[in-house]
């Protein structure tokens, strides 16, 4: 039985290096928190260059704020534009979970807090234990 196992993975790796196949990967992303957010805050800059077709998410998981009860914090993925405003690509409410923003075209990217459970001008801020993003 063992045997067979180690012939089999043995025959995959050579597939793939034959044939060239890859496992997919996430462009990029990276890990961070958040800590005493108010709306109007925005997320580090990040540059995707849509070398690869993953949707673009932003994943908050340890969600509370100071004042108040979290339901959910309002999201807008901008994207930057040299000279002008930047744009707002798509909004998500993110109920501490994941909001996924679909495969973006090349650029630079970040993520605005917009509001808190709805409201956009609160005196509460906004803890998130870990954020993960990936572009």
């Not at 009860?69 to 979970?97: H, I, M, W």
């Not at 973006?104 to 801020?125: E, P």
């Amino acid at each position: 039985m063992r045997t067979s196992r180690i012939a089999a993975v043995a025959m995959s790796t050579a597939v793939v290096g034959v044939l060239g196949i890859a496992p997919a990967f996430a462009q990029g992303g990276y890990t961070s928190s958040i800590s005493g957010w108010l709306p109007g805050k925005e997320s580090n800059h990040w540059t995707d260059g849509n070398t690869d077709s993953v949707s673009t998410s932003v994943k908050f998981s340890g969600c509370s704020v100071d004042n108040g009860r979290f339901t959910y914090a309002g999201l807008q993925l901008k994207k930057e534009r040299s000279g002008l405003p930047d744009t707002v690509v798509n909004r998500d409410n993110n109920y501490c979970d994941t909001s996924s923003f679909g495969d973006k075209a090349a650029g630079k990217y970040y993520f605005n807090y917009s509001s808190l459970n709805g409201q956009d001008t609160v005196s509460a801020y906004l803890s998130v234990s870990t954020v993960t993003v990936r572009y």
